[in-house]
């Protein structure tokens, strides 16, 4: 039998109303009640958590793990190093490998892999459609036997209206919450800036907002229609908000989640060509930051993540419009949130933010993570709120370094992560 004990660490344990000082026993891997101290054989081994946050570990919803198919951008076993480093102890990983994960194999090699060298817990996604074309359902009974945790097309959006009606219907037979990636292609066109003024004055194609709403739209009436909880990932535009919010109050099963660099930067960032800026959504511009920033202030907005989507430096060494989207996120994401929604802004307190990265999407993913409850697994996250730190990312766990927050000084840190019973990662 191995013990842990955690002492005087501020707990915060959303999903049972716990915020206060005191310890923690950790028995072969599971939260223990402090009673059974007294029925151990050994004395057991003690982390001093003085000045600490300690809470359930922490998850992130959106991560491209890139396996199979793009090793060279991250690997399973990379990527959890990274989420481990960033405080995570679940990541869920998207289904755009290659092959995609669109078929119980794919699934399968995915959580295989992940048991044999992940450090922490990795959730697989399944396509809503085959190979993420977007013109014929995948098998969403055998991904869900397969044990995926939702559907998604992301990196993709389903065009077509009905097809999207009949994968949420298939969804809610088999009980799967569905991801989409908002994206109206029509609107959108070839743009890869935010449409306004930085996009006119650097000659780039623009992408409107309208092309993000135009699809959070469509989710809202497929989530009234077929009475099923359907989640808007990585919102950049101020109408999304405003949609989101008036369908919440009518009760419909609609959510969305917020990336950091979603309300670190505006498109004015584009401005030297740095392709590490390029994202899809794009960045947007301060008008809309500010309406993210109250829509995760009123619960609007309900989930924090990451998007974390690592590329090869190559792959970013060309002309702007020709680079992939995307930055890694993992190891500066709680940094930014905490510094930003907590400091900064002061939109939310420590204790809202951790609610936002574990009982949201753990309810929203039905999963049994999330929480400090007795005979729960011990994942759990230890963080200092007023820790400064600077980002160095040729420190990265994460086999690529894409990310245009090198050298930001940041307020708020993770200094430890334990999954099972185990530290997997301390800084």
């Not at 090699?109 to 977007?134: E, H, M």
């Not at 990336?259 to 740095?274: K, M, S, V």
């Not at 009123?298 to 702007?320: M, N, R, Y």
């Not at 420190?395 to 370094?401: K, P």
Request: include cysteine; hydrophobic fraction near 40%.
């Amino acid at each position: 039998m191995s013990a842990t004990i955690i002492r005087n660490g501020r707990i915060i344990d959303p999903a049972n109303k716990r915020d206060e000082v005191g310890d923690l026993l950790i028995v072969d891997g599971k939260i223990a009640d402090r009673s059974q101290l007294s029925t151990l054989n050994s004395q057991p081994d003690e982390i001093d958590a003085r000045n600490l946050v300690v809470c359930p570990g922490l998850i992130d919803l959106h991560v491209h793990l890139r396996e199979p198919g793009f090793g060279h951008k991250e690997t399973i076993a990379s990527g959890a190093r990274a989420a481990a480093a960033g405080g995570f102890t679940t990541v869920v990983c998207m289904p755009n490998t290659s092959p995609a994960a669109d078929n119980p194999a794919t699934i399968a090699w995915i959580r295989d892999r992940a048991a044999t060298t992940a450090c922490v817990n990795v959730l697989p996604t399944g396509t809503i459609s085959k190979n993420i074309a977007g013109e014929e359902l995948a098998p969403i009974g055998s991904l869900g036997r397969a044990g995926v945790v939702a559907i998604t097309d992301d990196g993709h959006c389903v065009q077509n209206h009905e097809l999207m009606r009949r994968a949420v219907e298939y969804a809610r037979m088999v009980g799967l919450p569905v991801l989409d990636h908002c994206q109206d292609y029509n609107l959108v066109g070839n743009g890869v800036v935010n449409e306004g003024y930085w996009s006119t004055l650097l000659g780039l194609p623009g992408w409107p907002a309208a092309g993000e709403e135009a699809i959070v739209m469509r989710n809202i009436l497929l989530a009234e229609l077929c009475d099923h909880p359907i989640h808007c990932q990585h919102i950049s535009a101020a109408g999304s908000v405003g949609l989101i919010r008036e369908a919440r109050t009518r009760g419909i099963k609609i959510t969305g989640e917020v990336c950091p660099h979603h309300i670190a930067l505006t498109d004015e960032a584009i401005q030297n060509f740095d392709t590490n800026c390029k994202m899809n959504p794009p960045l947007r511009s301060k008008a809309d930051i500010d309406v993210i920033l109250e829509g995760i202030a009123d619960g609007t907005l309900s989930i924090l993540c990451s998007d974390h989507a690592p590329h090869a430096g190559f792959e970013k060494e060309v002309e702007f419009d020709q680079a992939p989207f995307g930055i890694v996120g993992l190891e500066t994401e709680l940094g930014l949130f905490i510094d930003l929604l907590v400091h900064k802004h002061r939109k939310i307190d420590i204790k809202r933010l951790i609610e936002m990265y574990t009982i949201e999407p753990a309810r929203l993913l039905q999963l049994g993570a999330g929480t400090l409850s007795v005979g729960a697994p011990a994942d759990m996250t230890f963080i200092d709120p007023d820790l400064e730190w600077t980002v160095r990312v040729d420190q990265f766990e994460s086999l690529s370094r894409n990310s245009p927050f090198d050298g930001w000084k940041l307020k708020g840190r993770a200094v430890r992560t334990i999954v099972g019973g185990k530290t997997v990662w301390k800084l």
